[in-house]
């Protein structure tokens, strides 16, 4: 088959290209081997790109980059107990590997795609609300009625927070982004305050939580920035709140971290990943997912209608994927940018 490769193993997105006569993945055991339509970008694509991801990969993660990716069930493996079947439309997560025609994955990873989704659509999904749901719900425990801050919010994993946090029952959701259009999006997504960061004529989000908190504060702040948010952070978070960190985008060393911020308010500091989790934990996610967000995924969603979805960016032939990576390096784009296979 064909696959995503870097030229001299890493490099820039320049260095990447359509590699041939790459072996084609196996449908062994409870796998199912998909052949893939479309696949979404993420972050630690870059990274492993350029080898400097982060976290030790598990074997099962291989060379090629890519996590999640929508296609036809091509291949049953003989272990196979799911309702899955040869032609079917399916979308799920991997360990990698999805930047290819093909890719062999778990069977309980895949996921029937809804009839009114495509493919675009559906490769945009899996890595973005895997991650906010085990964010707002395993990690952060959120309830009914509690107030929260989703920093990046336009991102992938921050507009699906917001939609998760809104169906969830919060009280109220902050949102911080880089642009208006961006919060203006966070706002049509659900969150009912969304501030510009970026915008130096415009009140602090610490400043706007505390306001419309009558200085409580919020119960539960996912972050995605780390560093330049983490003193506004605790002072945005109420007694007894959590901060669960998602990742570090300004940076991951705090300068002038006092405990203090901790212990006067009995604050919770969590922090999760989700590649680096195991099969089970993964397994889980995925049936958490099925059960909370498959049957309200819509194409326009919307907060009025408690349907939740996707915002796709834009999408490229995968011939251009070094163009798509450079976008997401920019910071340009609110929403996935997805690839297809052709
Ligand atoms: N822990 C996990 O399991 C997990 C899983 C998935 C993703 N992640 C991580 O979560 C992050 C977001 O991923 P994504 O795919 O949702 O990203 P994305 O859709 O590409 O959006 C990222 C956005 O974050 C904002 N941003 C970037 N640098 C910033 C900074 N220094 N300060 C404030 N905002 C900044 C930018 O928008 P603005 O215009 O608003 O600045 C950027 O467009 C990445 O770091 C990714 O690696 C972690």
């Given amino acids: 088959m064909r696959a995503v490769g870097v030229h001299g193993g890493k490099g820039s997105a320049d260095a990447l290209y359509i590699e041939d006569n790459v072996a084609d993945p196996a449908a062994v055991d409870e796998r199912i081997v998909v052949r893939i339509k479309a696949f ?14 982060p976290y030790k990969l598990l074997p099962e993660s291989g060379p090629i980059m ?25 979308f799920g997560l991997a360990y990698g590997g999805a930047y290819a025609e093909k890719i062999s994955v778990s069977e309980r990873m895949l996921m029937h795609m809804p009839d009114h989704l495509g493919f675009e659509e559906a490769a945009g ?3 973005t609300f895997f991650t906010a749901l085990q964010a707002v719900h395993l990690v952060g425990g ?3 009625g509690q107030s929260v801050l989703i920093h990046a919010g336009a991102s992938g994993v921050g507009q699906a927070a917001i939609q998760i ?23 049509q997504l659900g969150a009912d305050h969304a501030v510009n960061y970026k915008d130096t004529n415009a009140p602090d989000f610490a400043e706007v939580v505390a306001r419309e908190t009558n200085s409580r ?3 539960l702040i996912i972050d995605l920035v780390g560093q330049s948010y983490w003193h506004r952070n605790t002072k945005s978070a109420a007694m ?5 960190i998602v ?6 060393v705090v300068e002038g971290f006092d405990l203090r911020a901790l212990l006067n308010k009995r604050l919770s500091v969590l922090a999760t990943t989700l590649r680096t989790r195991d099969a089970a934990y993964q397994a889980q996610l995925r049936d958490v997912f099925v059960e909370r967000v498959l049957q309200h995924l819509a194409s326009k969603p919307s907060p009025a209608d408690e349907t939740m979805g996707v915002t796709v960016d834009e999408v490229f032939s995968w011939q251009q994927v070094g163009e798509a990576h450079k976008k997401m390096e920019a910071n340009v784009n609110a929403g996935k940018l997805i690839c297809l296979v052709d």
């Fill in 142 to 144: 959120m309830q009914p």
């Fill in 165 to 187: 946090a809104r169906q969830a029952g919060a009280s109220v959701i902050f949102a911080t982004a880089g642009t208006d259009a961006k919060c203006q999006l966070c706002r």
């Fill in 240 to 244: 007894e709140g959590k901060i669960v």
């Fill in 66 to 90: 890519g996590v999640e990716f929508s296609g036809l069930v091509e291949e049953l493996g003989p272990a196979c107990k799911g309702d899955f079947q040869v032609g079917q439309r399916v």
């Fill in 40 to 53: 979404g970008l993420n972050r630690m694509d870059i990274m492993q790109r350029e080898d400097r991801y």
């Fill in 217 to 219: 504060g919020v119960d």
């Fill in 125 to 127: 999904i899996p890595e």
């Fill in 247 to 252: 990742a570090a985008m300004s940076g991951s």
